[in-house]
């Protein structure tokens, strides 16, 4: 999905370069290394997948140690890979974050709650070891983009997973959700009963059920041209969290599409910075 927004974007230039190099291989080589120190690799769980990569600021921006954000990739619960995303890491670290960015078990190989499960894995091991990369693990957000965000909700509105893993809602500092599908039913497709489960289980995947009072404070950004996760799921879910008392922020952005929502945070494509900078101002409100 993210390949091929950005192969539509730079199909020209793609046209003078090797074929074998991706589009997104493409937009990671203009995206400047100077912002961030990496680490990767990192085995955060007992599947081979479960790997992690951690992208440390080159400079800080204040005597404070670096708030940290788990970001969670999206790709339908079907696929992604983290080198992808090296262009978010370098939009964050270049304001002074310490970036996660863990690989999860996708379907086949996983199916609901696994995913979930293993993230929760990821926040655990972040908040054990980030302060050998110089962060704070009482500094820790967690975000997402489309089934990353959907993962990124259910951690933070479910104790349930971080439970599991020995954590709770509370050590979280925020939920950043990017294009999130958080209230999804009815499936249509097969694929997705398959990963979800049968007709009477379903409505335990979706963030929106689980809704009560004391969640991490959330920030809900969400593109109105948006036609693969309809911008209602973050509509709804703003409006659940707000109606029970919580923190929730949700900013509309014109124009935007479903893989714009994430891409737009990639230094060639950010113009003006209208996506990035609200998750910086919300770090920085939430990160005390």
Known sequence: ????????????????????????????????????????????GEYDRLKLDVYQPAHSVDSQKPATVIFFYGGGWEAG?????????????????????????????AVFPEFIEDAAQAVAWTRQHIAEFGG?????????????????AMLSVNPHYLQQ????TEQLRGMIGLAGPYDFLPLTSPTLKQIFGDDAS???????????????????????????????????????????????????????????????LAKPLRGDGALLAPIVSFVELHRH
């Open 202 to 264: 379903q409505w335990q995947s979706q963030p929106v059920n689980f809704v009560g009072e004391d969640h991490p404070p959330t920030l809900l950004l969400v593109g109105n041209n948006d036609r693969t996760v309809l911008p209602r799921n973050s509509y709804r879910f703003a409006e659940k969290l707000k109606q029970y008392g919580n923190d929730v922020e949700l900013i509309e952005l014109s124009n935007y599409g479903h893989v714009a929502m994430v891409a737009k």
């Open 81 to 109: 890979e983290k080198a992808d995303y090296k262009f978010v890491a370098e939009a964050l670290t270049s304001q002074g974050m310490i970036v996660v960015i863990p690989d999860y078990r996708v379907f086949p190989e």
């Open 136 to 152: 704070d693990p009482e500094q820790l957000f967690i975000a997402g983009h489309s089934a990353g965000a959907h993962i990124a």
């Open 165 to 168: 893993a020995g954590l709770e």
């Open 1 to 44: 999905m993210i390949r091929q927004f950005i192969k539509t974007l730079f199909g020209s230039l793609s046209a003078l370069t090797l074929t074998a190099c991706s589009p997104v291989t493409l937009l990671n080589a203009m995206v400047p290394e100077s912002a961030y120190q990496h680490r990767s690799d990192l085995v955060y």
